[in-house]
């Protein structure tokens, strides 16, 4: 993918960060809130999770967790990929 060949200070290319950004509220912000800033009473926060678990991430978010659904049938792993370049990157702050 070009996206990733391009040089860029940060581990993601910010084209990514953004398709992550749009992937994210699109599926996931009903739950985990705009910009993932929800209360963090009975939604996992975000904005916390560890930036050195990518695997924790895919298999999370693929195969479910608690209450919240396996998205295994509705995101491709390119989709989990973006969304993690959005997640792990605190949406882009962090990057
Ligand atoms: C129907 C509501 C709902 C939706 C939609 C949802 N989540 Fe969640 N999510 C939850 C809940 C509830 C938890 C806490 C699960 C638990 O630990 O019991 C959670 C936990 C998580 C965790 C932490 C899992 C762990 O390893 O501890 C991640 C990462 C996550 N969600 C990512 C996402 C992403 C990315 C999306 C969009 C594809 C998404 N969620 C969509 C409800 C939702």
Not at 15 to 23: P, T, Y
């Amino acid at each position: 993918m070009a996206t990733q060949a391009q040089a860029t200070a940060g581990r993601f290319a910010p084209e990514l960060i953004e398709q992550g950004r749009e992937q994210f509220h699109r599926t996931c912000a009903q739950c985990h809130g705009r910009n993932m800033v929800n209360a963090g009473t009975t939604v996992y926060d975000l904005r916390k999770f560890p930036l050195d678990q990518p695997d924790r991430f895919q298999q999370s978010v693929t195969l479910g967790k608690g209450n919240m659904p396996s998205f295994k049938d509705a995101l491709t792993p390119e989709q989990v990929a973006v969304l993690w370049a959005y997640v792990g990157t605190r949406g882009g702050k962090e990057n």
